[in-house]
């Protein structure tokens, strides 16, 4: 589990007109690079040097020549920037943007799990904290999760954790039994399957994508199960005008963009509420961006030993999904 500094409260004084402006020349001065999820507030997306998900996004650090990494977007994703770069300077924006689905997965609990079945491999969604990492033999992402599995001897038994529904969608694909962790996303198990039929027969012509992490009965309706990555070429290459997307919603702003003819409708909550967007993704914002850059902190760091250890699966990660 990470640990949280709270920073003081910024005055309005400290922030400049031009955000923009500001954070470019502070990336120039630093010789910094920002990369940012695509569930990042629209803003962002389009400052970022790099958009992206989990995937590209660990292949991005790896490869970037920066002196700091600068990550809008979550706990677990800037702690694997750190893993992959100890020497560089790493950043994020609000320390308390952290993951429900990765707190799911205490390690302490998922070590004795992992000792209940030593036999078996070990393969972890990068969606959890960097002791899960260092405890596992390879680390996948939604992307690739598929590809992994398959590359596996039959006769290896696998432990898939942290997420439930990403790994009954591998198992499906991939018809592997795996020994699943019973962890989950806030958000991905909270839309309504009741509210997206609904929303179908509303509008006819519109496709259901989803993303693998949400619960069986979503992906039951899906036209299209797919990342973040995939869903995006998806509904770029689909034919359909429409599209109800569930995932979180960041993601359509650059569905948007790339597709400004086509009309892409969020999938709904359980509540009225705006329950499918991840509230820790939205923690991150441009004047906190920019103030991390400014005052060089909030810094990821860890221990070398959980960073060695967790180095090691992720490296195996890149080097099967060439």
Excluded at 54 to 76: C, M, P, Q, Y
Excluded at 111 to 136: G, L, P, Q, R
């Amino acid at each position: 589990m990470f640990t949280t500094t709270l920073l003081p409260k910024p005055e309005t004084a400290d922030i400049p007109d031009d955000l923009f402006e500001a954070i470019n020349d502070l990336k120039r001065e630093l010789n910094a690079v920002v990369l940012a999820h695509y569930y990042q507030d629209p803003d962002i997306q389009d400052l970022a040097d790099y958009l992206g998900d989990s995937l590209g996004l660990a292949r991005k650090a790896a490869e970037t020549n920066a002196d700091v990494i600068v990550f809008a977007g979550v706990h677990f994703m800037a702690e694997t920037a750190k893993i992959l770069n100890p020497d560089k300077l790493v950043l994020l924006p609000d320390l308390n943007a952290g993951c429900s689905l990765a707190d799911s997965c205490p390690p302490d609990a998922f070590a004795k799990f992992k000792a209940e079945h030593s036999d078996h491999i070990v393969i972890s969604y990068i969606n959890c904290t960097a002791e899960i990492k260092a405890m596992s033999d390879i680390i996948c992402t939604s992307s690739n999760a598929v590809q992994i599995v398959k590359q596996i001897p039959e006769d290896r038994p696998i432990i898939f954790a942290p997420d439930r529904n990403l790994g009954r969608y591998v198992m499906e694909q991939t018809g592997r039994d795996l020994v699943l962790w019973q962890g989950s996303c806030i958000v991905h198990e909270t839309f309504s399957e009741k509210k997206i039929v609904q929303l179908k027969i509303e509008n006819p012509e519109a496709e259901i994508i989803a993303h693998p992490e949400c619960e069986p009965p979503v992906l039951r309706h899906a036209n299209y199960i797919g990342s973040t990555t995939a869903l995006l070429k998806y509904a770029k290459t689909s034919s359909s005008q429409a599209f109800i997307v569930a995932t979180e919603p960041g993601i359509i702003h650059q569905m948007e963009k790339n597709n400004p003819d086509k009309r892409f409708i969020p999938a709904p909550g359980t509540n009225n509420c705006n329950c499918n967007e991840c509230p820790f993704m939205r923690l991150n914002t441009l004047e906190k961006l920019y103030l991390a850059m400014k005052n060089r902190q909030p810094e990821i760091t860890m221990s070398e030993d959980v960073r060695v250890a967790a180095l090691q699966p992720i490296q195996r990660m890149l080097e099967m999904s060439v």
